[in-house]
């Protein structure tokens, strides 16, 4: 399918862009591997968030071979607070690959970069693109959303198929010249004027090539069906304290947050009796004393699940051995641990509530 007005569409948006882009760090760079940090760190993140992490992470992993011989310990410590830490130790395995492989140069093609871990379409295409200058689609749910407006593709958006219908139009309109800046454009647009609710037609630059808004109807598109519902678990947490430290275990080395801390948690199947008899089953320590029940509650959502957690502060003491994944620390010491947010929100509760005289 021909897209009419393609070239003037793709002119007036880069134009646009040279103008109005936003001043974000990995902007001031071709540098393949520091577009792919920053790529990995956006995805499901929001800019604001990401600016201070990715300078700092820069900064302490400034090469490919930096990162890629990085302690795990401490990137997932250096990735705390941006949440989905699969992105980091797929993106800590894809450099090593690339290191190994390709002597620390990052492919400058589709095919061997979505061999990597951790690249998908999307990604592939931003470093192809903004990197190497090469065109090459970059297709995620903001690019979706401006262009279902623009071309007026009604077609369901959360359909993994419906992918090759954008990617299909971007290879169709992208400029030759400036593939990486039509790109980033697609996504200052998205992020700046063609928003989720309340598109500001008025003010884009490329109102005059959109059949949406010719035809008035750019806030009822995209099309996208609703997710499937989210599922609730609920945890009793339990911040057990021994002679001024506290239980801490490490997350097993897959699944959802793995190789984490954590404050142990009891999944809530029965009675609250119940579930601290499993704690001290399940981490060998007796509860001598419940000092405050109920003290913490926390909803924690994810993609996928919600956390409920409810947190019990109690005395213990050991009573067989503790296991590899478990011990004891200080508050000091869980500073230099990497955390997920809920357990960060917990420790910073307990150091502002509880534990000050622990520290």
Known sequence: MKYPYSQQFRQSLVEWFHREKRDLPWRRTKDPYKIWV????????????VIPYYHRFIEKYPSIEALAYADEEELLKMWEGLGYYSRARNLQSGVKEVVEKYGGIVPNNRHDLQQLKGIGSYTAGAILSIAYNLPEHAVDGNVMRVLSRVLHITEDIALPKTRKTFEKAVEQLIHPEYPGDFNQALMDLGAMICTPTSPKCLLCPVREYCVSFMEGDAD?????????????????????????????????????????????????????????????????????KVLEEDFFEQKHVFSHLIWNLRCHLVEVKEIGPLGDMVQFVTLKEIEELPLPVPMIKIKNFLKQYIFKPLE
């Open 38 to 49: 920053s790529e990995v760190m956006l995805q499901q993140t929001r800019v604001d968030t």
């Open 220 to 288: 009822q598109l995209p099309i996208k069906s609703k997710k499937t519902k989210v599922k609730n678990e609920y945890y009793d947490v339990y911040i057990a304290v021994n002679d001024g430290k506290v239980l801490f275990e490490r997350r097993h080395s897959d699944g959802l947050l793995a190789n984490m801390w954590q404050f142990p948690m009891i999944f809530v199947e029965k009675s609250p009796e119940e579930t601290g008899k499993s704690f001290e089953k399940t981490y060998n320590v007796k509860i001598t």
